[in-house]
């Protein structure tokens, strides 16, 4: 079950640039929409369904940069979501 985001919020405008395909850093975050904890952000949206990913990247000068993308789940994730159904469980449960 997929819900929506108000559109008010910090959290719909983060979930819109990475349903567009957008991939963004914490300092992109802080920068364009005032968000102090990316991470944080990024739980939000995965608790509501959806696959956002986390990879780390060495940039040009040196630094390790963690960026956030929304994907597709593997197929993997959806066998086990699937089993965890089959079982009984959802997330109410747990």
């Known amino acids: 079950m997929k819900y929506t985001f108000s559109k008010d919020t910090k ?21 364009q929409f005032g968000i102090g904890n990316m991470s944080a952000e990024a739980s939000r949206i995965r608790q509501n369904g959806y696959a956002v990913y986390s990879n780390t990247r060495k940039a040009s000068n040196g ?3 963690r960026e ?27």
Do not use: C, H
């Not at 959290?11 to 920068?31: M, N, R, S």
């Not at 956030?68 to 747990?94: D, F, H, Q, W």
């Open 68 to 94: 956030y993308t929304m994907g597709n789940p593997s197929r993997e994730v959806v066998a086990l979501g699937n089993a965890a159904k089959a079982k009984g469980l959802t997330l109410e449960t747990i």
């Open 11 to 31: 959290t719909f405008k983060v979930f819109k640039a990475l349903k567009d395909g957008a991939t963004i850093t914490p300092a992109q975050a802080k920068k």
């Open 63 to 65: 630094v390790v940069v």
